[in-house]
């Protein structure tokens, strides 16, 4: 499969990137378009099963905006075909529940590091071996963050397979261990929860891929079993903002 000039699941090949050292890359389909706009010269460059990939520039340099899908599985394969047709840096853009208190619908979530609750990095690594997000691509979030002027928290985020395990947890056999577990990520002071970037991350490691993620609060259940204010906010345009000036300022930075 490495030797086809077109990868079978995302439907891309080198040509089709234009060169590309970068990509964006939200779960939803439905957002691949909305991100691409603040490109220049964006255009639809491939649709195949959940991956959406549209092409533009920043800064002169060719950028990709393609989704995953949802979970660590299709992420996985989009990390191992993006990095076969020369992508090298990544940034997820994602949704995410709040868990701490102070992280409130609306805000963002910069990712330096995730906690591996889900099964697909486990396939290709150790639980032990820690999900880490790029120090640079990192830096360059927090920055953009702040610049542009939005809330954000920087720390550990908790990626799992079951969204209803989560959300239903008391009916599922195992509710013992969801739940010990949930409130023990919640006092050790992870952030907020979603599922992909723990693959996002170890695949991105083991390939020598440089990755981040920056994730918009939709909610925070924690905040709505104690009956403090609590609104939902499914807005990415702040999100979408940061990730794109922090690509930005991370290709002049590396002209320097």
């Known amino acids: 499969m490495e030797n086809k000039e077109v990868m079978y699941h995302i439907g891309l090949s080198k040509k089709d990137i234009n060169k590309a050292k970068y990509a964006i890359l939200p779960g939803d389909p439905g957002r691949v378009a909305k991100i691409a706009e603040k490109l220049s010269n964006p255009r639809q460059i491939k649709v195949n099963r959940e991956y959406t990939s549209y092409l533009g520039e920043l800064e002169g340099e060719s950028v990709l905006v393609m989704s995953t899908g949802m979970g660590g599985p299709s992420t996985a394969i989009a990390v191992e075909e993006l990095a076969l047709i020369g992508i090298k840096n990544l940034i997820r ?41 790029d120090l640079d691509l990192t830096n360059a979030l927090k920055k953009a963050a702040d610049e542009l002027g ?15 395990g989560q959300h239903s947890p008391g009916r599922m056999p195992v509710s013992y261990e969801l739940k010990d577990k949930w409130n023990a990520w919640i006092k050790a002071g992870c952030l907020c929860s979603e599922m992909e970037t723990a693959s996002l991350y170890t695949v991105s490691q083991i390939l020598g891929l440089k990755a981040s993620a920056v994730l918009l609060v939709v909610w925070n259940q924690e905040r709505e079993k104690r009956g403090l204010s609590q ?26």
Do not use: W
């Open 93 to 133: 853009v994602g949704t995410s529940g709040g868990m701490q208190l102070n992280v409130d619908a609306g805000d963002i979530v910069i990712a330096h590091a995730a906690i591996r609750q889900e099964g697909t990095s486990k396939e290709y690594v150790p639980v032990e071996f820690p999900a880490v997000a």
């Open 150 to 164: 939005y809330t954000n928290h920087v720390g550990i985020v908790h990626c799992k397979d079951s969204f209803y």
């Open 231 to 256: 609104n939902t906010d499914f807005d990415t345009e702040k999100e979408i903002n940061v990730a794109i000036k922090a690509i930005s300022d991370e290709i002049k930075r590396r002209r320097k």
